[in-house]
C-alpha cells in the first residue's frame, strides 16, 4: 500500500512569490491534514479537509488557503511568501471516523523563501 | 496552560538505559494520545498509541497514561543510538475534530 505522497520534495521560491504543494492520501482515507513545522517550532496546525470539504483551519493568515479534490488529494497554497514562511510542510490523512486514530505522514516538502 | 506539553531536553542517555519521555496535556476530554518519533530531517513517524489508562507495550516501548493527573508517558527500555530521535506527544482537540494538537517535542540522544 502506498503511503502519503508529498511533491515537490524541495522547493525555493523568492519573497512575494506564490507556490502550490500537493498531498496524495493513503488509499481508502478520505482526510487530509496539512501543518507547518518551521525550525525550532513545533508542528502547528493549519488545514483540514474530508470529502472535499474545508472542516477545520489554523491560526494562519488568508494567504494559506488549499483545496480537496473529488479523489480525496489535496493542494496547499501560500500566496504572497514571507521569509517566515520558510519550513517543512506535512500533509497526513487518516480515515474518517468518530475516534482519532493518529495520522500517518508524508514525507513533507521543504519550502525555502529567500 | 499550553494543550501539550513536553519537556523540550536534549535529553541523553547511555546504550541499554531506560529513556523516559513525558508529557502532560490540558483538555480533560481527550481520549487517545499518540508517541511520534522524528529523525532529523524526516517527518513524524507514529510509533504508540494510547486510549486508556494505564499502560501499554509494544516492543521495547511501552507509554504510561493517567488521565486523573492528565499525563502520558513513553518508556523506551534498551536505548539503542538509533532510538537518537525527537519524540511528540501528541493529543486531539477537543470535540472530535480530529484535529491533532503536537508538543514541540523532546529530543532524545541515545550515547553508544
Known amino acids: 500500500e502506498a503511503g502519503v505522497t508529498q511533491s515537490p520534495t524541495h522547493l525555493i521560491k523568492t519573497r512575494g512569490q506564490q507556490v502550490t504543494l500537493r498531498c496524495s492520501p493513503i488509499s481508502g482515507h478520505t482526510s487530509v491534514y496539512w501543518y507547518q513545522q518551521a525550525l525550532g517550532l513545533g508542528l502547528q496546525f493549519l488545514l483540514w479537509?474530508?470529502?472535499?470539504?474545508?472542516?477545520n483551519r489554523g491560526n494562519f493568515p488568508p494567504r494559506f488557503s488549499g483545496r480537496q479534490f473529488p479523489n480525496y488529494s489535496s493542494e496547499l497554497n501560500v500566496n504572497a511568501l514571507e521569509l517566515e514562511d520558510s519550513a517543512l510542510y506535512l500533509c497526513?490523512?487518516?480515515?474518517?471516523?468518530?475516534?482519532?486514530?493518529?495520522?500517518?505522514f508524508g514525507s513533507g516538502t521543504r519550502l525555502t523563501v529567500v | 496552560q499550553k494543550e501539550v506539553e513536553q519537556n523540550s531536553g536534549p535529553l541523553s542517555v547511555p546504550e541499554g538505559a531506560i529513556a523516559s519521555l513525558n508529557c502532560t496535556y490540558s483538555d480533560r476530554g481527550s481520549q487517545s494520545f499518540f508517541w511520534y518519533r522524528q529523525y532529523s530531517g524526516k517527518s513524524p513517524e507514529l510509533i504508540m498509541s494510547?486510549?486508556?489508562?494505564g499502560d501499554k507495550e509494544d516492543g521495547r516501548f511501552t507509554a504510561q497514561l493517567n488521565k486523573a493527573s492528565q499525563y502520558v508517558s513513553l518508556l523506551i527500555r534498551d536505548s539503542q543510538p538509533s532510538d537518537s530521535a525527537t519524540y511528540l506527544c501528541a493529543v486531539p482537540r477537543g470535540g472530535g475534530s480530529e484535529k491533532l494538537v503536537f508538543g514541540k517535542g523532546t529530543k532524545l540522544t541515545v550515547n553508544p
Open positions: 497526513a490523512s487518516s480515515l474518517k471516523g468518530a475516534a482519532p486514530r493518529g495520522y500517518t
Open positions: 479537509y474530508d470529502e472535499g470539504e474545508e472542516r
Open positions: 494510547i486510549y486508556s489508562n
